[in-house]
């Protein structure tokens, strides 16, 4: 199968099967996607799945329908909207970029993939896909799902994520003038749907005749991965502090791991437990502390036990918050705070 087949027969497929997506106009709609939602969806994709990303794109174009309307809004709403969909650094970026955009470009986002990179807070993947599916440009976009699709098609022995570039390559040259931005579509689609990770479901699939992957009877095991190391552990310390029906919130420095949120008091995080004694002792105040269980929570890069500890009374420098507001917390303080809570009953 040449490659401009391969091309034809997966717009084809893509014509008939494209998914029905928020933020996506479809592939015969005869109109071309709003750059603010295309670039809005990508962002809030990166990490997360299209069924937990959808509620808050709508949410997040319903209050802020523009990008002039979101970088108006204060940074503090943005965040405690985008609390749940993690990565938080991600919230601050899309603020920066809004607001250049809004500021620099009159409100207007550049509709080349250069223009595009040249703003604050979006990378090289995001201008692709912008630049792509909003603009209809020949960029290369290459997420994760592309990668798999490209590693199976072409049986790349080589293992992430090393072999980067050399999918990265590969995908670029089925990149063509015409339709980029559902060639793109139909890339992610294919991996998303068919192509997944687990279970691949080559029978349904437009070019498995052409799949080197599917040939070697085991297309499941690519991409290749090394293997990867233990994630290491942390330690810490939640503290519940409640005045009768309300939680005493701080917010974190603007910098560094959800810099800029509301969240429990906590201790630092340490690569070995609290001790009881020294958990009191780091406590935002002194009071009659008790213990509250304790919570597990995994990021990117460390997976975290929090022992809960709670109290009824005062403290400084802390934000009351009603606990019926606590949705709007970092889904690690909501867990915890959801414990403590649920030891108060």
């Not at 293992?159 to 579509?185: F, N």
């Not at 085991?218 to 009768?244: F, I």
């Not at 437990?273 to 020294?278: C, L, Q, R, V, Y």
């Amino acid at each position: 199968m040449t490659p401009d087949t391969l091309r034809a027969h997966l717009l084809a497929w893509y014509d008939a099967q494209a998914r029905d997506l928020a933020w996506r106009a479809g592939p015969k709609a005869g109109w071309r996607q709003d750059p603010y939602k295309v670039w809005l969806s990508e962002v809030m994709l990166q990490q997360t799945t299209v069924p937990h990303a959808t509620p808050y794109f709508l949410k997040f174009t319903a209050r802020w329908p523009t990008v002039s309307d979101l970088a108006a809004a204060p940074d503090e709403e943005v965040m405690a909207a985008w609390a749940g969909l993690g990565y938080y650094a991600r919230a601050r970026n899309l603020l920066k970029c809004a607001r250049a955009v809004a500021q620099d470009h009159d409100g207007v986002f550049p509709d080349t993939e250069e223009g595009l990179r040249a703003l604050p807070g979006l990378g090289p993947y995001t201008a692709a896909a912008v630049a792509a599916i909003a603009f209809d440009r020949p960029a290369n976009v290459v997420d994760g799902n592309v990668e798999r699709v490209m590693s199976r098609l072409y049986a790349v022995e080589a293992p992430l994520p090393d072999s980067k570039p050399e999918l990265k390559a590969l995908a670029a040259d089925l990149v063509r003038d015409d339709r980029p931005g559902d060639w793109a579509q139909a890339l992610m689609d294919l991996g998303a749907t068919v192509c997944r990770p687990k279970s691949p479901l080559c029978d349904r699939c437009p070019v498995s005749e052409a799949c080197a992957g599917l040939a070697t009877g085991a297309p499941e095991t690519y991409p290749r991965k090394t293997k990867k190391a233990e994630r290491p552990r942390r330690y810490g310390v939640a503290y519940l502090l409640t005045r009768g029906d309300q939680i005493a919130l701080v917010r974190r420095p603007p910098k560094g791991l959800l810099g800029g949120m509301l969240a429990l008091p906590t201790s630092d995080w340490r690569d070995r437990p609290w001790g009881a004694a020294e958990a009191v002792a780091a406590a935002p105040a002194v009071l009659d502390w008790r213990s509250a269980g304790e919570i597990e929570h995994v990021f990117t890069h460390f997976s975290l036990t929090l022992t809960v500890l709670r109290a009824e009374g005062a403290a400084d420098e802390v934000i009351w918050s009603p606990r019926r507001d606590l949705d709007g917390l970092p889904s690690v303080f909501l867990k915890a705070a959801k414990a403590g809570l649920t030891s108060l009953l």
